[in-house]
């Protein structure tokens, strides 16, 4: 991973077919700083191709102008009596998984529920919860319009501090294997 000044560039992605949020942030050791956030629109008029076209092209932009040491999804909840909107989710899910390899970025996946915890302590927080966290996190002014755009905001701030405690508990197995 290339990191400047202790600086990670992370991008956060909540997939869907109808409304994609992203999210990139810059985090180092004082804090974080957004980069850009914004959501990828497609319509349900387009047949599928089109709109999987969409989010393939705008990802891979936003990886082409950001340049993202990582990526970090959020993985498939859906529930089984939805199991088109789960095959049309995990299909979006897939093209953005794509444009990932195809830029040679690490991907790394969360569940929502890991999410709330590392950003609220609480892993059934509320979307309002999250949503006043990245918010204060961020130093932004105001709420995002769409949910879409806190949660991968939210993504990309859990990365960070799941990456420090996963740092830490190396540190700690390494020490005690040195004794």
């Known amino acids: 991973m290339s990191r400047k000044n202790n600086r990670v560039r992370i991008l956060g992605v909540d997939p869907a077919l109808t409304r994609t949020g992203y999210g990139v942030i810059d985090a180092d050791d004082t804090g974080y700083s957004l980069v850009k956030a914004g959501i990828i629109q497609t319509s349900s008029k387009n047949p599928a191709p ?69 950003i609220v302590g609480q892993g059934h927080a509320l979307k309002s919860q999250v949503q006043r966290m990245v918010v204060s996190l961020l130093n932004l002014g105001v709420v995002p319009k769409y949910n879409d755009v806190t949660d991968a905001l939210a993504l990309a701030i859990a990365y960070t501090h799941m990456h420090k405690a996963d740092e830490r508990r190396l540190l700690f197995q390494n020490s005690l294997r040195s004794r």
């Open 50 to 118: 089109q709109r999987f076209l969409k989010i393939f092209v705008t990802i891979s932009t936003i990886i082409a102008d950001t340049k993202p040491d990582v990526m970090v999804l959020e993985k498939i909840f859906v529930h089984y009596h939805h199991p088109t909107t789960a095959f049309l989710l995990g299909q979006a899910r897939g093209i953005i998984c794509l444009a990932c390899a195809r830029a040679n970025i690490p991907l790394v996946e969360y569940s929502a529920t890991r999410v709330k915890k590392s």
